[in-house]
């Protein structure tokens, strides 16, 4: 089993930057492809971005292909989100989880293991 803690969530404005970390102890996090999700209330779980285990694939949603970067320190067993140009609709609860099936992986059911998330909030 893996253990993930986000951090770096927080209240910007439109336009900002944020860096989400992800941190990951107990399984091997350089043998497996990670995601980052988001939830925004009232909404279902909605994938973000995936990188594969070596840090060269990587996928985003449409949403958010150009303004934000996923990427991962293996020697550091942390995973990275850094989310420019914040819009209000990127507010949303963002959660980083870890898939033990090949390939980059888009679907929440994918994923087995998930941290507690991070709130992100993007005002006007």
């Known amino acids: 089993q893996v253990q993930l803690v986000e951090s770096g969530g927080g209240l910007v404005q439109a336009g900002d930057s944020l860096r989400l970390s992800c941190a990951a102890s107990?399984?091997?996090?350089?043998?497996?492809?990670m995601g980052w999700f988001r939830q925004a209330p009232g909404k279902e779980r909605e994938f973000v971005a995936a990188?594969?285990?070596?840090?060269?694939?990587?996928v985003y949603a449409q949403s958010v292909k150009g303004r934000f970067t996923i990427s991962r320190d293996n020697a550091k067993n942390t995973l990275y989100l850094q989310m420019n140009s914040l819009k209000p609709e990127d507010t949303a609860v963002y959660y980083c989880?870890?898939?033990?099936?090949?390939?980059?992986?888009?679907?929440?059911?994918?994923?087995?293991?998930w941290g507690q998330g991070t709130q992100v909030t993007v005002s006007s």
């Open positions: 990188i594969g285990w070596s840090g060269r694939n990587t």
């Open positions: 107990g399984r091997t996090f350089s043998s497996y492809t």
């Open positions: 989880a870890q898939s033990l099936r090949p390939g980059l992986r888009s679907s929440p059911s994918d994923y087995d293991s």
